[in-house]
Nanobody, 115 residues
Framework: QVHLVESGGGLVQAGGSLRLSCAAS??????MGWYRQAPGNDRDLVAD???????RYADFVKGRFTISRDNTKSTVWLQMNNLSPEDTAVYYC???????????WGQGTQVTVSS
């Protein structure tokens, strides 16, 4: 059974930093990444990273967020710097099965940035 365990969310002041982590287990995983969803909005890609380390970022986080992973631990991190209230959302870890491409989601972790 696949499990994605997220941690690192919380409350931070504008300009501050948080680091999210997601540990996946129970399968073999390909791409890993983070999405976010604010109330009333769609769930949007924040960043993802392939097995080979190729990264992709949403325009609204470029230069502020950094995604990284450890393939041996099936763990992905999202370092978030210079946070703004607009970054307030539930952040979801996302990954896909390495062969079947089936998608898996974490339970979500709340990030709240106060002004």
């Amino acid at each position: 059974q696949v499990h994605l365990v997220e941690s690192g969310g919380g409350l931070v002041q504008a300009g501050g930093s948080l680091r999210l982590s997601c540990a996946a287990s129970g399968s073999i995983f390909g791409i890993m990444g983070w999405y976010r969803q604010a109330p009333g909005n769609d769930r949007d890609l924040v960043a993802d990273i392939t097995l080979g380390g190729t990264t992709r970022y949403a325009d609204f986080v470029k230069g502020r967020f950094t995604i990284s992973r450890d393939n041996t631990k099936s763990t992905v991190w999202l370092q978030m710097n210079n946070l703004s209230p607009e970054d307030t959302a539930v952040y979801y870890c996302h990954t896909r099965h390495r062969v079947t491409d089936v998608a898996y989601w974490g339970q979500g972790t709340q990030v709240t940035v106060s002004s």
